[in-house]
């Protein structure tokens, strides 16, 4: 129950936060100004937005099919946020430990390809049939990248639960680790923690798989320069056209908390979660003093504070990307997913068992 | 004490309520007076044509039966991965296990290789591309009055 009630004031504030930061991002990489007129440099803007779509009337399209399009926002938000049920926020608040956790992430999120289908083709409009085939071919596409990626992390740390596989990447570590995560070069770091416990070094080539799977992260969000489904060029706003109001809000607000739910993982899987950079030297118990106890007050604000801010420093580089890289055409999205991620993630594949079999022995 | 499936199971209730409830709350405040223009299919102000629902390019479902052959091989792959790879695993068969694993492993992913690029030299992964054909121009003029002019007025333009 505290981590529902987390996650959602969590995504809540979030989107606050990051529809103002998009905008000034957006704004300063354009040398422009963003929006200045909402309070001090704008910043009550988001709340400005959210009062205007509250009083939005709510359309439904004479055409559109009702069941499908007013349930629509229901199937798509919900997929999303129940993604967030087995991450864990910090070192001991977890919605779900179950054992199965990266993979029902894996699953529950595919779920929104449905509810973006539900919306485009219900809604009677060519825009929205274009834009959701889009966006479905496109998410089933990355896909396959994305789940192969978090299977050569799975293989690293032989569990599925993403509490865990957080916990063997810092001083709290049950089992030992070493450096590299190879054992015949007699390192231990569990003593030292920090930035060496994480996955990008104790499986130094997941930094290629970390892109493969940030790559594959941005085009499942629908973000630039994967945003061929909603590319206002071209199909107005792709399969969300027709709504209006608190179904559009939710609509967007799925999209910005897949955003943050693809971060967290990314620093989950890879840069080590809840757990602090910062490795014990000597005498000076760093990586001790900036984790605290799990299940204690200190423990938990550490620990979420390092989380949050590798997730926000995350969704920070994907505002970067969108506001720098073009939109790739239809024929380069499906040729970098099938000709260049799939093929390399599986090869990453097989030198992670490899590598796995080096640590143990 | 709720398990961990009745964990899930609230996230997906709770999120469901929370937009229900949302609904209800912003429908006091939002104005509810639709008429015909409102209620039209959105289509840059032109009248719609036809329906939309209608039948779509085939290349869309190529793209979802690859998917469909990858997403289960790779359903596969999990059970293998957090297997194979275990510590008491390898001091029970005293390290050989570990490597029949690997092989396993190598084997499967090389049969998905070959999954892949069948439809790879198949053609079915590269996206068609219409054919555009470069349009003869059909104008009286001949286009060596249009160069003559262009080259008079060279000096002209900026460069």
């Known amino acids: ?361 | 004490m709720v398990s961990d499936f009745g964990n899930i199971l609230l996230f997906i209730v709770g999120a469901i309520i929370f937009i229900r409830l949302g609904l209800w709350v912003t429908r006091l405040f939002r104005a509810n007076n639709p008429n015909i223009e409102k209620l039209s299919t959105y289509e840059c102000g032109e009248e719609t044509l036809g329906s939309a629902w209608r039948q779509f390019n085939v290349r869309f479902y190529v793209i979802a039966l690859v998917f469909v052959l990858f997403e289960i091989e790779m359903v596969f792959l999990f059970p293998w991965a957090v297997t194979f790879g275990n510590e008491l695993f390898f001091v029970q068969t005293k390290g050989w296990g570990l490597w029949i694993g690997v092989l396993e492993g190598i084997l499967f992913i090389g049969i998905l290789g070959f999954g892949l690029i069948y439809p790879w030299k198949k053609g079915h992964l590269t996206w068609i591309k219409p054919t555009i054909s470069p349009k003869v121009p059909c104008a009286k003029v001949p286009s060596y009055l249009y160069e003559q002019i262009n080259k008079k007025y060279e000096r002209h333009s900026v460069s």
């Open chain 1, 1 to 361: 129950m505290t981590a529902f009630l987390i996650s959602l004031g969590l995504l809540l504030i979030y989107i606050l936060l990051a529809g103002y930061a998009e905008r000034k991002t957006a704004a300063f990489i354009q040398d422009r100004l963003g929006p200045t007129e909402m309070g001090p440099k704008g910043i009550f803007v988001m709340i400005a937005d959210g009062l205007k779509l509250i009083q939005k009337e709510d359309i439904i399209p004479q055409k559109a099919h009702r069941f499908f399009f007013l349930s629509a926002p229901f199937i798509i938000f919900m997929a999303v946020f129940a993604g967030f049920a087995v991450v864990p926020l910090t070192s001991s608040i977890i919605g779900s430990e179950t054992a199965t956790g990266v993979f029902y992430v894996l699953a529950i999120t595919s779920l929104d390809i449905i509810g973006i289908f539900m919306a485009g083709w219900g809604a009677n409009s060519k825009f929205t049939l274009y834009g959701a085939m889009r966006s479905v071919s496109q998410i089933v596409s990355y896909e396959v990248p994305l789940g192969l990626s978090v299977l050569s992390i799975v293989i690293i740390s032989q569990s599925l639960n993403l509490q865990e596989i957080c916990k063997q990447q810092g001083i709290l570590s049950e089992q030992t680790q070493y450096l590299f995560g190879l054992k015949f070069l007699g390192i231990p770091t569990n003593s030292i923690g920090g930035f060496l416990c994480w996955n990008i070094v104790r499986f130094p080539l997941s930094i290629f798989v970390m892109l493969i799977f940030f790559i594959a992260g941005l085009a499942e969000s629908n973000r630039a320069p994967f945003d061929l489904p909603e590319s206002e060029s071209e199909i107005i706003g792709g399969f969300h056209t027709e709504y209006s109001g608190f179904r559009w809000a939710v609509v967007m607000l799925s999209e910005y908390a897949m955003m943050l739910l693809v971060c967290m993982l990314t620093s989950i899987l890879f840069l080590g979660g809840w757990n602090t950079p910062l490795p014990n030297i000597g005498s000076w118990k760093f990586a001790a003093w900036t984790t605290g106890t799990p299940g204690t007050f200190l423990g938990n604000i550490w620990s979420a504070f390092w989380l949050i801010s590798k997730s926000f420093l995350l969704i920070f580089l994907q505002m970067w990307i969108r506001w720098t890289f073009p939109r790739l055409r239809v024929d380069q999205l499906t040729d970098l997913s099938w000709k260049y991620l799939t093929p390399f993630a599986l090869g990453f594949v097989i030198l992670a068992s490899v590598w796995r079999v080096l640590m143990i022995i």
